[in-house]
């Protein structure tokens, strides 16, 4: 697989016929290794191992109901009351990050209500905070640690 901007890590893995499967930490199983799967375990570890946020309040494509359509956020960080604060959006890391990636997020927003929305394709991360419930925000220049969030 591609090496991303993200810090390198050793993955479990496992061959199933010829497909190989990655194992995620956050939802206890092996899952199929997508080019997009390699990119959001990669900043799941550097959700948990760089910016300090807990495993437990990690949900993994978490399903969203959006205008009766069920679709699934790709990472959901909680608060330590049970309250959605980020949003991450991942991509396969030939996909660029475009505006219609961003949209994506705050789709899943309408019904999550976070703070923040994070865009990655593993090469580039963007994180924007959100100002006001009219969809107004800040791109910020780092995404907030875990200690800066749960302030």
Known sequence: MQKLNLPPVQFRT???GNK??????VRKKFVALTPEEWVRQHFIHYLISGLGYSAG???????VKVNGLSQRADIVLYDKQGQARVIV???APEVPVTRAVFNQAARYNTKLNVDYLVVTNGMQHYCAKLLDETGNYELLKA???ASELYV
Not at 57 to 63: D, G, N, R, T, Y
Request: net charge negative; proline share 5%.
């Open 57 to 63: 309040l990690i949900a993994v494509e978490m399903l």
């Open 20 to 25: 190989i499967q990655v194992f995620d930490e």
């Open 14 to 16: 496992k061959q199933t």
């Open 89 to 91: 959006e991942c991509k």
């Open 143 to 145: 995404i907030p640690n």
